[in-house]
């Protein structure tokens, strides 16, 4: 079986500041080993890519060391209400944080979300980190704006049926949701410790069969937030006497999307042509994303194995995902003519 | 000069349950001392009225009590959610508390909201006690719902102007702002200290210049959100070594609010017409109250005094407006027909 090079949208290579975590090599052979080849990469790297100055410099060096496509978010920040500007000229879209998580950018209050609304003056989405009250607080700056907007990571019951009844209104919202939302509860949290910690953090079991419930029809992407860690940073390698009190959230999952959704696909939970909607169809649209030529994934959906089946590119070394069982192998990614990933191996590394 | 029976769309008549700060003959008075005829109460009363019957029970006494036209809105509570259909049919608008203030109702969270704006088939507005963040969330609801919100006493110079934003889109949103945030700074909440304490705080001199720039626009309504609390409660009388941690926030405000409106008129700050359009013409659309027959407020608008005119109707005896040099004497009120207000004295206590 076939898919166009696949997009992930919503990944964090690190890269500046974090390349002892991951950066845009290691990240985008984690990519091709998963059958991605464009990702959106987000801004809340050191220094967050909030200026244009510095989206600049990442994005020159993201191109320069990727294996494949690489498309850097700008992140928005109140201290730079006036790169807004350039930056809508020039970068996918831009990246809003209304909830706590990792890295430096953070908006608080409506007078600074107001400003970045009207001055975001493009069609490209602004895509926003918004759990519970934030994301009715999104909606209402998309309303007001008329600017569509893109959810990530949506992970409880209330939010997508709220982002189903905004839809439903016609409201110019997006969302995407990641697989260790729909693959993973609560329960897996306590059982994976800091390896199951991420924000949004796991939900119930009614919160997962909601985002199920929703696969065909609200959501418009899987992404999946790969968000990698060291063991050390995780508090499970190292010094383990020097365990922080508190290890970052995030997971990496570059390498386990697509084996869980073709796993999900010969279980019959959704279909072939689903995934293709949410990894490529709407990724493209919603980011206006440039095609690829001679570009494609091969997989071989009847395949069965333990996960992982090569050993994982991403530079953290772990997946939440390890031990379980798959069905549905990546045999084969072509990047622009050329093959970059075949029997377990990146080539192009 | 004349102006129809007045309505003052926001007050606490404090019944049941608090009726030693006021009650609906005292509030009723109040508001005929005040100029109006007609009263919107609110429903954070003990109990709040948030069942049928409960608002019921309260409409009706307030009915049988009051010596003006008084309607009790209803509140929205997590735990009637289903009582929302038939309070829909009966009552005249709905209040959401989502923000902390004195009484017992609060929602918190988008799914309750969720339920309530779902629940609530009707034209008739939910009003919304909606500061900073929950504003947003306000809108958001207005917008997926698309149901008319009405936002309670707006203070912040972020808020009109996201409110202005939101009704430039369309969007089903009207808004009041009290007296006390256009006549009062946090440098009077200073000087009062608990008479200047009400939720809304008062606001900076820039978010008074704001409101001011959007009186003859954005606002529809001014409202008093008459609150009385007794002299003890708010530590200032009584036994005063019994003063509570933190006294009730909350000011009256049905006797001050034509005095202070008329004054800022005989100054052009805003026309009498504009006076109006938000105390009689705008509430009456949005609330699509009765029309009250040969009822009218005589005023002299060039008689100049020292506030109060007249011994304070409301039961709580105080104003942070005392003292105050007042331009526009309220001289007689004609409620249905009958002079019920003249020289000072309400005639139908």
């Not at 002892?20 to 890519?49: I, V, W």
């Not at 110019?172 to 693959?183: A, D, G, M, Q, R």
């Not at 696969?215 to 383990?240: F, M, Q, R, V, Y």
């Given at each position: ?11 964090h ?16 052979a ?12 987000m801004p809340?790297?050191?220094?967050p890519?909030?200026?244009y100055?510095?989206w ?24 730079h209400i006036?790169e ?16 706590d ?33 934030s994301?009715a607080q ?12 893109h959810?990530?990571?949506?992970a409880?019951?209330?939010e ?7 839809k439903a209104?016609?409201?110019k ?28 953090r ?7 069969e ?5 696969i065909?029809?609200t ?6 937030d790969?968000a ?7 508090g ?7 365990i922080?009190i ?15 959704l ?8 959704l279909?072939?042509?689903?995934i ?11 980011y206006a994303?440039?095609e ?8 071989d959906?009847?395949?069965?194995y ?13 997946s939440?995902?390890e ?13 622009k003519?050329?093959t ?7 080539l192009?590394?």
């Amino acid at each position: 079986m076939r898919f166009p090079g696949l997009v992930d949208v919503h990944v964090h290579l690190r890269s500046p500041g974090g390349e002892h975590k991951e950066n845009f090599r290691t990240g985008s052979a984690a990519a091709l080993a998963g059958g991605f080849t464009t990702l959106l990469a987000m801004p809340n790297t050191q220094p967050p890519l909030a200026t244009y100055k510095d989206w600049r410099i990442a994005q020159t060096r993201a191109q320069r060391e990727s294996l494949c496509d690489v498309f850097l978010m700008a992140g928005a920040s109140e201290e730079h209400i006036d790169e807004l500007p350039v930056l809508a000229q020039n970068v996918p879209a831009l990246k809003v944080y209304l909830n706590d998580t990792y890295g430096p950018l953070r908006v608080e209050g409506i007078e600074p979300l107001r400003q970045i609304f009207q001055n975001w003056i493009s069609n490209k989405p602004i895509a926003l980190h918004a759990e519970g009250e934030s994301l009715a607080q999104a909606i209402a700056m998309s309303a007001i704006y008329n600017q569509n907007i893109h959810i990530c990571h949506v992970a409880r019951k209330a939010e997508i049926e709220l982002i189903a009844d905004a839809k439903a209104r016609g409201l110019k919202v997006t969302c995407e949701v990641t697989p260790h939302h729909l693959f993973l509860t609560e329960a897996d949290a306590d059982r994976l410790g800091p390896l199951g910690d991420m924000r949004p953090r796991l939900g119930t079991q009614e919160d997962v069969e909601a985002l199920w419930g929703h696969i065909n029809t609200t959501i418009d992407c899987i992404a999946s937030d790969h968000a990698p860690h060291t063991l050390e940073e995780k508090g499970l390698a190292g010094n383990l006497e020097a365990i922080p009190i508190e290890a970052p959230p995030g997971v990496p999952g570059l390498e386990s999307t697509l084996p869980l959704l073709l796993t999900a696909a010969s279980e019959g939970r959704l279909t072939y042509g689903r995934i293709q909607d949410l990894l490529y169809t709407n990724p493209r649209r919603i980011y206006a994303l440039p095609e690829q030529p001679q570009t494609w994934v091969e997989v071989d959906e009847k395949s069965a194995y333990v996960f992982p089946d090569h050993p994982l590119y991403t530079k953290c070394g772990w997946s939440p995902f390890e031990s379980r069982r798959m069905t549905g192998r990546i045999t084969r990614v072509v990047f622009k003519g050329n093959t970059v990933y075949q029997d377990g191996k990146v080539l192009s590394v």
